[in-house]
């Protein structure tokens, strides 16, 4: 079986043990090892599939903490790189009473953000079924270039490429730029992740439906839209499916759309489906199914913990 790889930022979240209030008011926080693409392999090592991570974190103790942790949750971290030149980065969350977040970050700059098109080998690519990324890394930094790079021998060893915009505005000079990195990245992509409150921001289409189709006419093969407690839902060229989110109490949601996603590339991997278009309705809708639960386990519990099959 062919492997999930993932690019892009690593950090730690310092998730708050206080619910219900805002960030100036939380008082004691737990330590989480983090960052969105990581989740996302996470989940796929979780499930039982070879997947690898590609960044950078400083020579200090979060950034241990990190490797150690990918390590244990069977993450190869063999592309994993650590540089003097910055720390690790850092988050930190507080909940509403909800479970939605407020973010404050700690990355000016943070070492993710040096790892360079240099560092990016042909090697890495080797049986490869899916490259993954995300936005917060597309900043004019040298990682942005590392991403293309990645990109480019990722379709020439015959990878697929997902996107999951995952936009993050205070980590932007402007919404402009944000938007500007997104939609440049957007032509490479064959999947794409939004949730419901992204696609005005990323397409300039209100319409669901619209926006999906506009993806779709710019080259991308399948379009997966998470609507938060409202379901989700995939569209391809020839296909729809979509779904209800199960009932759930819900504790966090971070990590909940790395789930959704890192569940759905781990059922496209492991069925080794080469036209995404060729997907029927009844295909997309068992995987969204199968993501929907997924993510729920995800959301009742503090923090972005992946579950095993097993648990599933």
């Not at 950078?56 to 190869?76: E, M, P, R, S």
Request: hydrophobic share 40%; charged share 25%.
């Amino acid at each position: 079986m062919k492997k999930i790889l993932s690019i892009g930022e690593l950090l730690i979240d310092f998730i708050p043990k206080q619910k219900g209030c805002s960030l100036d008011e939380v008082t004691d926080f737990e330590r989480v090892a983090g960052g969105a693409p990581a989740n996302v392999v996470t989940a796929a090592a979780r499930l039982g599939l070879d997947a690898a991570m590609i960044s950078q974190v400083g020579v200090d103790a979060f950034g241990t903490h990190i490797l150690n942790v990918l390590k244990q949750n069977g993450v190869d971290t063999s592309y994993i790189f650590r540089t003097d030149k910055a720390n690790t980065g850092l988050a930190f969350v507080s909940l509403d009473k909800t479970g939605n977040r407020e973010f404050s970050f700690y990355r000016n700059p943070s070492a993710d953000l040096f790892l360079s098109d240099e560092q990016i080998t042909e090697d890495m690519f080797t049986n490869t079924y899916v490259l993954h990324f995300c936005s917060v890394d597309l900043v004019e930094m040298p990682v942005k270039y590392a991403h293309k790079k990645a990109i480019e021998l990722a379709k020439k060893a015959g990878a697929f490429i997902s996107f999951d915009p995952n936009v993050r505005l205070p980590l932007w000079n402007s919404p402009e730029d944000c938007q500007k990195a997104i939609r440049e990245f957007l032509p490479y992509a064959d999947i794409i992740k939004l949730s419901d409150d992204e696609i005005e921001f990323v397409t300039d289409c209100k319409n669901e439906k619209e926006a999906a189709q506009k993806l779709l006419n710019m080259g991308c093969k399948l379009v997966l839209i998470t609507r938060g407690s409202e379901g989700s839902a995939i569209y391809t060229k020839n296909s729809f499916a979509q779904t209800e989110s199960l009932k759930v109490n819900v504790v966090d949601t971070t990590g909940a759309g790395d789930s959704f996603i890192g569940s759905l590339l781990y059922q496209l991997t492991r069925d080794n489906i080469t036209d995404l278009s060729a997907l029927t309705d009844k295909n997309l809708e068992d995987y969204l199914k199968f993501s929907a639960k997924y993510a729920s386990l995800t959301v009742s519990k503090k923090g972005a913990v992946m579950a095993t099959l097993d648990e599933m």
